[in-house]
């Protein structure tokens, strides 16, 4: 599915949505890292606590690739002077506890802020946590404090 048109007219917004994007496509924690600002937050409100800095960010980013393989499907996005919000599904195909495999559709929606200087200074995800936890249930990675390494 196509991305809708950024609703506010900002070139500069959207040159680093465009290499924003293509860097969580490419799986590509360097060149995610590189359009933050060094203070950055992201912040999955999974009940993970928050990654703040850069580079924090970048390792981050390499352990989330190096632990799972996810694709993603984009649905709405909007987007302001500083600001864009994308709706997106998070693609995973896992393996039940009776090792049959399967694939689930998790919704997603990540707020992303955006600083003068073209940085991103803040991202929270927001996860559909039921879905999550149900496909993670099915697959046997959850335990009782959470999902297993």
């Given at each position: 599915?196509?991305?809708?048109?950024?609703?506010?007219?900002?070139?500069?917004?959207?040159?680093?949505?465009?290499?924003?994007?293509?860097?969580?496509?490419?799986?590509?924690?360097?060149?995610?890292?590189?359009?933050?600002?060094?203070?950055?937050?992201?912040?999955?409100?999974?009940?993970?606590?928050?990654?703040?800095g850069r580079?924090?960010?970048?390792?981050?980013?390499?352990?989330?690739?190096?632990?799972?393989?996810?694709?993603?499907?984009?649905?709405?996005?909007?987007?302001?002077?500083?600001?864009?919000?994308?709706?997106?599904?998070?693609?995973?195909?896992?393996?039940?506890?009776?090792?049959?495999?399967?694939?689930?559709?998790?919704?997603?929606?990540?707020?992303?802020?955006?600083?003068?200087?073209?940085?991103?200074?803040?991202?929270?995800v927001y996860?559909?946590?039921?879905?999550?936890?149900?496909?993670?249930?099915?697959?046997?990675?959850?335990?009782?404090?959470?999902?297993?390494?």
């Amino acid at each position: 599915m196509a991305i809708p048109k950024v609703v506010e007219d900002s070139p500069g917004l959207k040159s680093v949505f465009d290499r924003y994007h293509v860097g969580w496509v490419t799986r590509d924690p360097d060149l995610i890292a590189s359009l933050h600002s060094d203070d950055t937050v992201f912040c999955v409100h999974d009940g993970s606590e928050p990654v703040i800095g850069r580079e924090a960010l970048r390792r981050h980013c390499v352990e989330l690739f190096a632990k799972y393989e996810f694709g993603m499907e984009e649905k709405r996005f909007f987007a302001g002077a500083d600001h864009w919000v994308i709706e997106w599904l998070m693609v995973m195909d896992l393996v039940d506890t009776e090792k049959r495999p399967f694939t689930v559709k998790i919704e997603m929606l990540d707020v992303v802020t955006v600083n003068g200087a073209d940085k991103v200074t803040r991202k929270d995800v927001y996860v559909n946590g039921s879905q999550m936890r149900a496909a993670y249930s099915r697959a046997g990675l959850l335990t009782g404090e959470g999902v297993r390494p």
